[in-house]
């Protein structure tokens, strides 16, 4: 699996308590779910706004946290990692109480392209990609499977993957 420079962690749920967005900060927000790579005077017009207002309320979206950060959509078949994968993993009991730096140590382990804490008989689901079946076996194996703190996995292999239509 390939490590990616991209793990700056990122929670769901890094909105600043308190944060008020207004009608124009929701405007830039659904212009930029359109097409994160709008120019700014463009951005700008559409929303009604003069540009330097738009790069200000921007800036303040990025540090409040409503926007999260803007990247490529890559195809993970393009760098060769064929198979795609969700991980089920259950903690034992004694970890429960380190279950933040859980999250934080799935989502840096090569290959993992998304992590989701959850509610339920499942702790973290962990969607991961891979070169090949052994390469999965692997993962499952070295990083989840050998680790003390770890009760059970459940591997499930994605045969399709398809986006919903609202990309927020």
Excluded: W
């Amino acid at each position: 699996m390939t490590t990616s420079p991209r793990h700056e962690l990122k929670s769901a749920r890094s909105l600043r308590t308190g944060a008020k967005l207004d009608e124009i900060d929701q405007a830039l927000m659904r212009e930029l779910v359109a097409d994160a790579r709008i120019p700014n005077n463009k951005l700008a017009d559409r929303v009604g706004v003069a540009p330097s207002t738009c790069s200000m309320r921007l800036a303040r979206l990025h540090e409040l946290g409503a926007i999260r950060g803007f990247h490529a959509d890559l195809s993970p078949e393009a760098l060769g990692l064929t198979l795609e994968a969700l991980v089920a993993v259950r903690l034992q009991a004694t970890a429960r109480a380190r279950i933040g730096e859980f999250s934080e140590k799935l989502a840096m382990l090569p290959g993992v392209l998304n992590v989701y804490f959850l509610a339920g008989s499942v702790d973290f689901l962990i969607h991961v990609a891979a070169a090949t079946t052994d390469e999965l076996r692997d993962f499952v194996a070295t990083h989840l499977s050998a680790s003390k703190e770890f009760a059970s996995t459940e591997t499930s292999l994605i045969f399709e993957h398809l986006r919903g239509g609202h990309p927020v």
